[in-house]
């Protein structure tokens, strides 16, 4: 079932590094008073195309053989990946075609329009965006690198992990959000591997728990419809990130709407960065008062996914319809 | 006339360096490409209290002796020198107060609070402002620290050139934001000793102009009504600021507020940083057809100034009532 190792976390922090950013590693004075915890911040709102998505996505695109790929790259995305994918087509100089719905945010179509890829609109569904994507797929011949789905995407975002163990050896504990898995199989990889001691957290939104369910009840969840701000965390595990995540995740930490947009609001006004709500995520977690007071006094890292936020609809401001 | 010099800024250094940040100066590749120019950042939005006020004030603070301080501190600030100062009072364990228009932005009134200064309420005028701030100083015996017209002050922001200058020895100009002066002063004495064939240049909202018509003319000029969202240089020079631009500054390049929000956003979308009107001002500089054509392919260095935007009030949502 598992078929992705740390050998191949190892082999992608090869592959990639001459082309992603190592992303700095941050603390805020202010908020360690506040929480009574050291946090340090792993920083890839900094990372090139503004989150981590772009080491899973360079990973793909560089190590898949020249036949896979000779009719370009294709995935559905309305965010970050769709980004990513496009930039690290061009490196290889590949066509890149990203299926995005048409409620996307115009800010991230134009980006990945930017980055030379082809946009092809779907209707605002996951039916409707696989079904667009396999279309796309059979008349192009385009290789389909899924978001969290495939072995070479983990192995990429695990290259997180080797960074933060690297640049904070003594850490406790480390708290990343969790969509569908990719970003946080690839730390519990990487980390684990290493540091079998390091106790590893998920966060995720309440209206799209299904991690949190899963992980409890043992069997995967689907939660049909869900409701979040955080909007690369509406993604549901899979049979693989799963089965990852059930070795080494402690546990997920569930929060409230308003504790994402408190956090992020939070990083906005101390730290200077513009963090997604996505990204708000850990943070809020390890702020709720149960949680802060288990890692009092000791040294947690908390990942910082993206920095790609809609500037023209910050959630403090702008009351958005549920999805 | 001129009272402060290179000696007393490498004096400034030597006091304030422990209580200070070193802060970053970083690129984007992606506004490095889209100018045709090297350009670095000097991030002063991630000095202590979101700006580079800190370092004149803690300077200032730092530096008086005990006889002048027995009272505390006062000033008139609706901004960041307020946070600066009385941050930098907490240091040395001083009483701080902070005369603030009752139009303030609450964020700021309540960071001031927070750093423990007493803030005195006062109408939005300058009359005001100055009248309440000599009763403070009259009843309390509380030292005045005028946030640029001051050498302590103005030797502590010259700091960010010395800095700048070991950071990017190779630079061949430098643009920073004026208003009252302080900043681009201390920066002229620092930079201009250590190496003069540096070029510096100011940056002015148009609605503030004082600075640029001043040097074009050799007199000092004032502005009566400044209106731009700029709000950190809606101040005048003063005779001193006026007599060391004079001597050192090549130019100020006036920008539109349209230029300014520009430029701002611009920050926010390719680096992720928090950044506030002033402190996009130098950037809206550089991107003016004229400017970056004289500069392309050499190495600018632009200051960024602070990060304390009111969140929610960003320009490009909010229309703001001309002040």
Not at 139 to 161: K, M, N, R, S, W
Request: hydrophobic share 45%.
């Amino acid at each position: 079932m598992i078929d992705v190792q740390f050998a191949d976390v190892a082999r992608a922090a090869e592959r990639i590094w001459p082309f992603v950013h190592r992303t700095p590693l941050e603390r805020s004075a202010s908020i360690d008073r506040e929480l009574g915890v050291h946090v340090w911040f792993k920083c890839e709102q900094f990372q090139k195309t503004g989150s981590f998505k772009f080491r899973g996505a360079c990973n793909a695109v560089l190590a898949l053989p020249e036949a896979a790929v000779r009719g370009g790259v294709v995935t559905h995305s309305s965010g970050n990946h769709a980004q990513a994918l496009a930039r690290a087509a061009q490196l290889r100089g590949l066509r890149a075609y990203v299926v995005m719905p048409t409620d996307s945010v115009p800010a991230k179509k134009e980006a990945t329009l930017a980055y030379g890829a082809h946009v092809v609109p779907c209707a605002p569904s996951l039916a409707d965006r696989e079904r667009v994507a396999a279309e796309v797929q059979k008349e192009t011949g385009a290789y389909f690198v899924h978001p969290y789905d495939e072995p070479l995407v983990i192995a990429g975002q695990g290259t997180v992990g080797l960074e933060l163990l690297d640049q904070l050896p003594d850490v406790d504990a480390v708290i990343a959000p969790v969509g569908g898995g990719g970003l946080l199989s690839g730390l519990c990889l990487a980390i684990h591997q290493r540091q079998p001691k390091v106790r590893l957290f998920a966060a995720e939104p309440a209206g799209a728990d299904d991690a949190a369910r899963s992980l409890r009840s043992g069997e995967r969840q689907q939660v049909t419809t869900p409701v979040t701000i955080a909007d690369g965390l509406r993604a549901q595990l899979s049979e693989r990130t799963f089965a990852i995540l059930r070795q080494h995740v402690e546990d997920v930490i569930v929060v409230e709407e308003s504790e994402i947009v408190g956090a992020m609001r939070l990083l906005w006004e101390r730290t200077k960065w513009v963090v997604e709500p996505s990204a708000a995520v850990a943070l809020a977690a390890l702020r709720q008062e149960g949680v802060r007071r288990v890692w009092g006094g000791r040294t947690v890292a908390v990942v910082l996914t993206g920095g790609n936020a809609d500037l023209d609809a910050l959630p403090w401001l702008v009351r958005r319809d549920p999805v």
